[in-house]
């Protein structure tokens, strides 16, 4: 999964560098806007269901078949809404162009609804190589695409034909490589499956309406421009959101579901996985920290500047959000929705509130306030949420304090770094900054025994991966 999204990075990098200088950032903006709404019905087409198919230990081929029509009735109804949407968006931003864009992305919602219960079935049975392949051939089919829209001159239309292709790309190839036939929507026992998939859909949509809620802030009040600004700095901070955090979960749920009862074992997989997180995915965003200034001229070339602030902040939140993506897998492998879905809704309030507060500060304060919502969730969550799972606090603190640690201590080194070599070449002064994360790194491992232990662990987890 992880050799997968190695080639999915290469493939969103290139949609970056190459639409970047292709479509103006109002282009960027204006889509922006339309999917920080539109966007909601990925997650409420699946109402959590794919979760409560790969949770379930006992589910049965008319159940999972029953999950599927469900999905199905879900996606269509909500492609009509947000097609329905169309013009009361345009009236809200102010902007024509938004009701023909929403039409058309809306049709993209039914595939990836339809999509569904197909990988589910692929992740419960371990089937990672067949989801590999799904998940490298639909962005490369949709970039291809894009690009192509791009170049006849489509200008925002290209970016909304990359997501309906990859929906579609994605709804084929699932089919394809499942290899299971649904049965005919019939009476069964679906209450629990129901009831899991509403508390996962309920936790995922206020997660969401609180990490877009921005997006649509920047829009209403700083127009397509700074919006364009805030998506493509955006773009860049998810990309290791998504290409690690997303495949690290399809093998993190099914297997922590199938051990939940033993409890010594589940928390052993879970420090692991916090252990690897915290390196592995915060290292990364540490990293994006220090390099921003070459990274972004380079990805996205001349005229990005204002982009470059934003992408900083969003990357310090990223390295509070990576430790805390395990507490997810810990409550929904032991079916703990409807718990984690009251804490989130506190949390997240929180967090939106102080969306809200940064935005006398433009697009940078919104980014700021982000970073500052996202600490504030991982103290709630290992303060008050996790003992709830059957996971030490205490442990999974303290295993998230040294690679936080060094990663900031890094990142300071590589900025100070960038500062100095500053007017040099981009692509100079971008490989003394990684030189010098580097060399940071180096010297921790040999000076503090508890990086060096650390680091020892992650070798050894990454050698029985192979």
Same mark, same amino acid.
């Given at each position: 999964m992880f050799v997968?999204?190695?080639?999915?990075?290469?493939?969103?990098?290139?949609?970056?560098?190459?639409?970047?200088?292709?479509?103006?950032?109002?282009?960027?903006?204006?889509?922006?806007?339309? $999917?920080?709404?539109?966007?909601?019905?990925?997650?409420?087409?699946?109402?959590?269901?794919?979760?409560?198919?790969?949770?379930?230990?006992?589910?049965?081929?008319?159940?999972?078949?029953?999950?599927?029509?469900?999905n199905v009735v879900l996606g269509s109804s909500l492609a009509l809404v947000i097609a329905a949407l169309g013009q009361p968006l345009a009236l809200f931003y102010d902007q024509p162009k938004v009701a023909g864009l929403t039409h058309a992305v809306a049709i993209s919602f039914l595939f990836s609804a339809a999509a569904a219960q197909f990988r589910a079935e692929l992740s419960k049975n371990l089937r990672f190589g067949r989801l590999a392949a799904i998940d490298i051939i639909s962005p490369l089919i949709a970039i291809v695409a894009a690009?192509? +829209?791009?170049?006849?001159?489509?200008?925002?239309?290209?970016?909304?034909?990359?997501?309906v292709v990859l929906a579609l790309s994605t709804f084929v190839l699932s089919v394809v490589l499942a290899g299971w036939k649904p049965s005919l929507p019939r009476r069964a026992p679906m209450r629990g499956l129901y009831g899991f998939g509403a508390g996962t859909l309920g936790v995922q949509v206020i997660t969401y309406v609180s990490t877009n809620i921005d997006d649509v802030l920047v829009g209403k009040f700083g127009g397509p421009v700074q919006a364009g600004f805030y998506s493509r700095a955006y773009q860049l901070f998810r990309l290791p959101m998504q290409q690690v955090a997303v495949p690290a979960a399809r093998v993190a749920l099914p297997v922590? +579901?199938?051990?939940?009862?033993?409890?010594?074992?589940?928390?052993?997989?879970?420090?692991?996985?916090?252990?690897?997180?915290?390196?592995?995915?915060?290292?990364?965003?540490?990293? $994006?920290? +220090?390099?921003?200034?070459?990274?972004?001229?380079?990805? $996205?070339?001349?005229?990005?500047?204002?982009?470059k602030p934003i992408f900083i902040a969003l990357a310090v939140g990223g390295v509070f959000q990576s430790i805390t993506i395990g507490y997810w897998w810990m409550f929904q492998a032991k079916g703990l929705t409807t718990y984690l879905l009251k804490f989130s809704l506190f949390g997240r309030s929180v967090m939106v509130l102080m969306l809200f507060g940064g935005l006398p500060w433009g697009a940078i304060g919104v980014a700021c306030a982000s970073a500052a919502g996202q600490a504030v969730m991982w103290v709630l969550y290992t303060g008050l949420a996790v003992q709830r799972a059957g996971v030490s606090r205490r442990?999974?603190?303290?295993?998230? $304090?040294?690679?936080?640690?060094?990663?900031?201590?890094?990142?300071?080194?590589?900025?100070?770094?960038?500062?100095?070599?500053?007017?040099?070449?981009?692509?100079?002064?971008?490989?003394?900054?990684? +030189?010098?994360?580097?060399a940071w790194l180096g010297v921790l491992v040999l000076v503090v025994p508890r990086v060096r232990q650390d680091a020892r662990i992650v070798l050894e987890t990454l050698r029985r991966a192979r």
């Open positions: 997968a999204q190695a080639v999915r990075v290469g493939v969103q990098i290139t949609s970056v560098v190459v639409l970047s200088r292709l479509l103006e950032p109002a282009d960027f903006g204006l889509v922006a806007m339309v $999917l920080a709404i539109a966007n909601i019905a990925t997650v409420v087409g699946d109402f959590g269901l794919s979760a409560a198919a790969i949770q379930s230990q006992t589910i049965t081929q008319q159940q999972r078949s029953n999950l599927l029509w469900t690009i192509g +829209a791009a170049v006849g001159g489509w200008g925002p239309w290209a970016l909304i034909v990359q997501p922590l +579901a199938r051990i939940q009862d033993d409890k010594e074992r589940f928390e052993a997989y879970v420090l692991r996985g916090q252990l690897l997180l915290a390196y592995g995915f915060g290292g990364t965003f540490c990293l $994006l920290a +220090a390099c921003t200034d070459p990274l972004i001229d380079i990805a $996205l070339g001349p005229g990005w500047g204002p982009a442990r999974l603190s303290f295993q998230a $304090l040294a690679p936080v640690t060094a990663g900031l201590s890094a990142a300071a080194v590589g900025v100070s770094t960038g500062v100095l070599c500053e007017g040099m070449v981009p692509v100079a002064q971008l490989a003394l900054v990684l +030189a010098a994360f580097a």
